[in-house]
């Protein structure tokens, strides 16, 4: 997006922003989800359940880049959530089981800017029982849900650059990497550089979606499916695509429509991605711009699923059409494919779009079966990947 420029002195400022009042701040609620229940901290119904896997010897790990810990008896430990339980900022929440409503970890909500709707997570403990389930993942779905539904513009991960799981776990979980603060503060006596990474509201829409693609309990059972790495990552490797965001809507629907138009005259019907408006696309499906100046001059939406991938529609503006644009759009959909661990893509069209069903055959799509509908015919085609 190009900067606005001033009218007097001409030099190139920030767009506006529409919510600049201060957002309300984060409050001491539940947030319920399938695996795990976030409420906040309450030290004295917690404590216990949080020293059995934080208290003691072999939870070093734990404490080794947090600001307090480790604890070697529950007395010490329990002061330290008393401490947590009473902070303000940072807020504390407690992470429990939803089974068993057993806390298995804490997490905070810090740093939290009202005035620029900012706010930060924090002071992240996972005991052995939350770690690498489900819950965990879920826990910070949740939290991200939350802050951006107040208002937040900007969701803040820094940690110990030393830290190689914390770094790691930012970026499965869709957050950008935004750089290096050297030498920022002292922690136990040591030295910390931290590492800042970020994510922001117009991103929020896209990114919840591959959690909760990821979540899906078809995507679960029997083992992970798709992985959340893959699902909210902004790039397809090898291709110059970028993730659009809600702030994109007008522009997708301004390509789709352009795009798929003239098919109306060859159907009798509606073309079947302009049933749907640009920002339920937005809500539902992977959407990767080709942006050409100020406009994309192509979309490719894309229905990850456990076993196969989607392709809902390729839109080539007709400005750009003719020039090997489609052509990178279908060959980035098996970009993605591969890079989501899927060998099968799938796809439909019209089976009066005889053009489409003959390019997608020469691209090696297979026709599978004809499926009837009360107003059209689709073809179904599908690719297996080598």
């Known amino acids: 997006m190009s900067p606005d420029r001033d009218p007097v002195t001409g030099l190139p400022i920030g767009w506006p922003v529409a919510l600049s009042g201060p957002a309300p701040g984060p409050e001491r609620i539940r947030l319920d989800g399938h695996h795990v229940a976030v409420v906040p901290l309450d030290a004295a119904a917690h404590g216990a359940d949080l020293a059995e896997g934080a208290v003691g010897p072999g939870t ?40 068993t409503a057993k806390a298995i970890g804490h997490a905070a909500l810090m740093r939290i800017d009202r ?23 879920e826990a910070m779905r949740l939290l991200a ?4 539904d107040l208002g937040y513009r900007r969701y803040e991960w820094k940690c110990n650059a030393l830290n190689a799981p914390s770094r790691n776990a930012a970026q499965r979980l869709g957050f950008s990497y935004e750089g290096l603060f050297r030498q920022a503060v002292i922690v136990k006596g040591r030295n910390r550089d931290t590492t800042w990474f970020s994510m922001l509201d117009g991103e929020w829409p896209q990114i919840r979606q591959g959690f909760d693609r990821w979540l899906d309990p078809a995507n679960l059972d029997g083992g992970q499916g798709l992985r959340l790495g893959a699902l ?20 997708l629907a301004a390509l789709q429509e352009a795009a798929y138009a003239p098919n ?32 994309p001059a192509g979309a490719l939406v894309l229905d990850p699923h456990p076993d196969h991938l989607t392709i809902w ?74």
Not at 79 to 84: H, R
Not at 145 to 148: C, D, K, R
Request: proline share 6%; with cysteine.
């Open 60 to 99: 070093e790990a734990l404490w080794q880049y947090m600001p307090a810990g480790p604890f070697p008896d529950r007395e010490s430990f329990q002061t330290y959530l008393d401490n947590c339980a009473a902070s303000a900022d940072p807020l504390f929440y407690a992470i429990l089981d939803a089974r």
């Open 115 to 137: 005035a620029n709707r900012v706010i930060e997570v924090g002071h992240i403990l996972y005991t052995p029982a939350l770690q690498r389930t489900p819950g965990a993942t």
């Open 145 to 148: 849900g939350y802050v951006f």
């Open 232 to 251: 909210t990552t902004a790039m397809i490797p090898g291709t110059p695509l970028r993730r659009a965001t809600k702030a994109d809507a007008a522009a």
């Open 264 to 295: 109306r005259a060859l159907l009798g019907v509606e073309p079947v991605p302009l049933l749907t408006p640009a920002a339920e696309v937005l809500a539902r499906y992977e959407v990767w711009l080709s942006d050409h100046g100020e406009a």
């Open 313 to 386: 529609s390729v839109a080539v503006d007709p400005a750009h059409q003719g020039g090997g644009l489609g052509n990178a759009l279908l060959a980035a959909a098996e970009a993605r494919a591969r890079d989501l661990d899927l060998s099968e893509l799938r796809l439909y069209t019209g089976d009066k779009l005889v053009r489409n069903i003959d390019w997608y055959a020469r691209r090696g799509y297979a026709t599978e079966r004809v499926e009837d509908l009360a107003d059209r015919r689709l073809v179904h085609m599908r690719k297996t990947l080598a």
